[in-house]
Structure formats: C-alpha cells, structure tokens
C-alpha cells in the first residue's frame, strides 16, 4: 500500500467536524488535538514499559505501541488532508531537508532552519 492509497482509505473513514474540507480550521484543530492525543498514548506506553517490565520491551507492550502507531498515522493522513496536501509529497519533502541536513552536518541541533 502506498502512502497516497492509505492517506486516500482513512480519509473515507473520518467522521469529525469539518472532515474533507481543506483549510477547515475546525476541523484541522480536530486532527491537531486526535494527534497529540495518540502520540501522548505512545508515550505513556513507553513510560509503561520503563516502569512496569524494567525496560524491556515485551511482545505485548511491542503489540500495543504498534496499534497506537497506526492511530497515529491514521491522524497524520488527515492532518495532510485537511491541508490539501498528500503524503507521498510530504514524505519526500521531509526526505530532502534531512538529506540536505545530512550534507550541512546539521541533523542535530535545534530549530527549523537548520
């Protein structure tokens, strides 16, 4: 499956204000807020890993992290549709400024305009 074919079939199952409709603020606030949601899940399942099985990463915490990636994805797919935008395209684009963060030796640090 490739990254337009997913963002294009989660999109057919988003049920929120202003879904489907670019450049809805509502509904961008909608996705923003789903997403931090989901990826505070991630990490206090990580936190859990820490706390309850001594760091180690079992096949069930692995399981359980995994399903809440895809959560995540699932927001970041609607993220871009809310923007017009596709995956495929911020996914290249994302590619070239590490690339060209790489070639700077610039990939650690802070800041956007690295």
């Known amino acids: 499956m490739t990254l337009d074919e997913y963002q294009r079939r989660a999109a057919e199952t ?7 409709e670019a450049d809805n603020a509502n509904g961008l606030a909608y996705i923003a ?5 989901e990826a ?8 859990k890993v820490l706390r309850d099985d001594g760091g180690v990463i079992t096949d069930d ?9 895809g959560d995540v994805l699932w927001y970041v797919a609607q993220t871009a549709t809310q923007l017009g935008a596709d995956l495929e395209s911020i ?12 070639e700077r030796g610039t990939l650690q640090g802070s800041g956007d305009s690295r």
């Open 14 to 20: 988003a049920i929120y204000p202003g879904a489907g």
């Open 33 to 37: 807020l789903g997403l931090a949601g």
């Open 40 to 47: 505070g899940e991630i990490a206090n399942k990580a936190k």
């Open 61 to 69: 915490a692995r399981l359980r992290i995994i399903f809440e990636l």
């Open 91 to 102: 996914a290249g684009l994302n590619i070239a400024k590490l690339a060209s963060r790489s």
